[in-house]
């Protein structure tokens, strides 16, 4: 994916409650399957599982909350907007966010450890993959289509020419990544 983060587009979120009856087959951490398999999940997932809500924390929430802060504000958001209230919500990470519906449980390293968590991450990583391809039709000169957004040199390049466009983080050293 190149250095970093994303130097561009919003953080993805997902909230997804399996149907323990009913499991897709195949989940396993996003980081671990290729796009593809991702790709391939996906409508399994929104076929099989009892609900799933996707949140996005634009460029500027990030800006004003860093990463960390604007992914679990978005993670309390998500669970918010699932149609069904869990019992539980099993957080990838080792903060629980504020704001949640129900008690919550942080799993370090959760996408490998939780169907739920690794199948939460596949849709929030397509769907982000899926709106940054949509943004690369808007702004051909950045090559979202091909980096979603991350800090390739060939991005970093793109910056260094076109300056930001509305979607680019500033609170990234952007000027410094561009060379």
């Known amino acids: 994916m190149g250095r970093g983060g994303p ?4 953080v993805g979120v997902a909230a997804v409650i399996l149907d323990p009856d009913d499991l897709p087959e195949g989940l396993d ?3 671990a399957l290729s796009g593809v398999r991702r790709d391939a999940l996906r409508p399994l997932i929104f076929a099989k599982a009892l609900s799933v809500s996707i949140v996005f924390a634009s460029a ?36 629980v966010p504020d704001g949640l519906i129900c008690p919550a449980r942080p799993i370090i390293g959760g996408d490998a450890l939780s169907m739920s968590i690794a199948a939460a991450s596949i849709i929030a990583k397509t769907t982000r993959d899926a709106l940054m391809r949509n943004l690369a039709r808007d702004f051909p000169q950045y090559g979202f289509a091909n980096h979603v957004g991350y800090a390739t040199a060939a991005h970093r390049r793109a910056l260094a020419l076109a300056g930001p466009c509305p979607y680019h983080r500033r609170s990234f050293r952007l000027a410094e990544e561009a060379v």
Request: charge should be negative; glycine fraction near 10%.
């Open 60 to 95: 500027e929430q990030i800006d004003t909350y860093n990463i960390r802060g604007a992914a679990l504000r978005a993670m309390a958001r998500a669970v918010g907007a699932l149609s069904l209230q869990p019992d539980l919500a099993l957080i990838d990470g080792r903060d």
């Open 29 to 31: 951490d996003s980081k």
């Open 7 to 10: 130097l561009a587009g919003p």
